[in-house]
């Protein structure tokens, strides 16, 4: 094997690497053009229509307290059978670039397990006791925030969900919470950040870009929700560098979006701090 390939399987296979003379130029386009496809499919598209969102809200008579942001709605309603066929289509549906930035990386020459699950395989106690310890501190930190935020009148009203009190609303809540942690924790961590370090970005670069997509899509909450997100996406972005595994953060998502999802389903018009409309 000559010097030149053994040194560009070094640089795909070891993403948080750099390796000396970078790489061709096509190999850096091809790499920009796959970043763009992924999120103009996924992420990225989310956050354009977020600051569409925004400037609405923002243009919109009253304060932005005032207006709604819905997360989980009915998407066929008084027809509750076809609603429920919409929500799984859509859940299911979603999940797709996710496969795609597994393909992409593969494809690249990048081995998944050691940019997905650094040490191999799946650790479910240490994965999941990260995971919850991190949806502890996070959860506990973003409720208190959001509060504060939605006081300040710089966040809409956030409501968690809208579905019919039908018999699959908590599942489908459930589900629509691991979809939204799959789909945003491996596009965000496990191909954005580690695509950004193959294009030769530092660490902290690399973890703050990451950190600002997964803030601009979640501008259509506010001002409040982008900053949010962006401490957050940092926090996961400098832990991810770490350890080197993408499941911890899945199961932290999840975790805070069941916690949100579920949790307002709950409380919302039972309990007076948490804001409804």
Do not use: K
């Not at 070094?10 to 850096?28: I, N, S």
């Not at 066929?76 to 059978?81: E, G, Q, T, V, Y």
């Not at 494809?107 to 040490?119: I, M, Y």
């Not at 957050?232 to 069941?258: K, S």
Request: contains cysteine.
């Amino acid at each position: 094997m000559s010097t030149t390939t053994t040194t560009a399987r070094r640089w795909w296979q070891l993403p948080d690497t750099p390796v000396p003379g970078g790489v061709p130029d096509l190999a850096r386009a091809l790499l920009w053009a796959e970043l763009a496809i992924v999120l103009l499919v996924s992420l990225g598209r989310s956050a354009i229509y977020s600051v569409v969102s925004l400037v609405s809200a923002l243009t919109a008579p009253g304060p932005l307290s005032s207006q709604a942001a819905n997360l989980n709605n009915s998407l066929a309603p008084d027809r509750p059978w076809l609603d429920l066929t919409y929500q799984l289509l859509r859940i299911g549906f979603a999940l797709v670039p996710v496969a795609l930035a597994a393909y992409l990386l593969v494809r690249s020459g990048s081995c998944l397990r050691e940019v997905w699950a650094r040490d191999g395989g799946w650790h479910g106690l240490r994965d999941w006791g990260r995971g919850a310890v991190l949806a502890a501190g996070v959860g506990s930190v973003g409720v208190v925030f959001y509060l504060a935020t939605f006081a300040l009148g710089t966040n809409l009203t956030v409501v968690a969900q809208s579905l019919p009190g039908e018999w699959w609303r908590t599942p489908v809540l459930v589900l629509a919470a691991a979809e939204n942690a799959v789909l945003e924790e491996f596009i965000v961590l496990g191909f954005v950040q580690v695509r950004l370090r193959q294009l030769g970005f530092g660490d902290s670069a690399a973890i703050g870009l990451a950190a600002l997509l997964r803030g601009s899509y979640h501008l259509y909450q506010g001002l409040g929700g982008f900053v949010g997100n962006l401490a957050m996406g940092l926090l996961f972005g400098y832990l991810f560098r770490r350890w080197g595994r993408v499941m911890p953060f899945v199961v932290a998502h999840t975790l805070l979006d069941v916690g949100a999802f579920v949790g307002y389903a709950v409380l919302a018009g039972r309990v007076d701090w948490l804001p409804t409309l």
